[in-house]
């Protein structure tokens, strides 16, 4: 009885595995990144971007924005697909999922800080995110910051650069060839 009980015990003080991704990416960029998710600053968006990754919808998505210094951004499964997608429209779709309401936090955004990405609403993220290249204040407590890159970095400096101001992305774009979840 005692040792199921001290067994209760540790099981019960033992920290909740963090959930993350993985996601290899292939194009001017070429590795795996590695980003743990902040379940505790924002659940829900955690949560639609597990799902989506579960049902392998990031997979063959392109990075479609991306700017020299301020970030990186994919995640567009309803026009972004390399493959069946609409090029032309990636960036304005989503998914299936609802959107979501805004998990703001304190969070700063800073390099490796992975943001959902919205419109002009706080309440319409829904299936696309950024990675940032660096610090951007302007986007503290204006966009949910749902995790953070903790290996790749230097996989996600090597992503495609887009042109112009809103950094779109011509020609050949990188992908997330395989987006998984992790424990």
């Known amino acids: 009885m005692r040792n199921l ?105 800073e390099e490796g800080i992975v943001g959902m990405a919205r419109s002009q609403s706080p309440d319409s993220a829904n299936s696309q995110f950024f990675i940032m290249f660096g610090p951007e204040p302007r986007l503290n407590g204006q966009y949910t910051v749902v995790g953070k890159v903790t290996d790749g970095m230097d996989v996600v400096n090597a992503i495609k650069r887009g042109t112009g101001g809103n950094g779109a992305v011509i020609g050949q774009p990188d992908v997330m060839t395989d987006v998984r979840v992790t424990d």
Do not use: C
Not at 21 to 39: K, S
Not at 81 to 90: I, P, W, Y
């Open 5 to 109: 009980l001290a067994a209760i015990l540790m099981t019960a003080a033992a920290p909740a595995l963090a959930t993350g991704l993985e996601i290899d990416i292939a194009g001017e960029a070429n590795g795996t990144v590695t980003i743990d998710l902040f379940e505790d600053l924002a659940p829900a968006h955690v949560a639609q971007i597990t799902s989506l990754a579960d049902e392998g919808a990031y997979d063959g998505v392109v990075f479609h924005r991306v700017i020299d210094g301020f970030m990186a951004q994919t995640g567009d499964v309803q026009f972004g697909k390399l493959e069946g997608g609409d090029m032309s429209r990636a960036g304005m779709g989503g998914s299936a999922l609802p959107d979501l309401e805004a998990e703001f936090s304190d969070q700063r955004f």
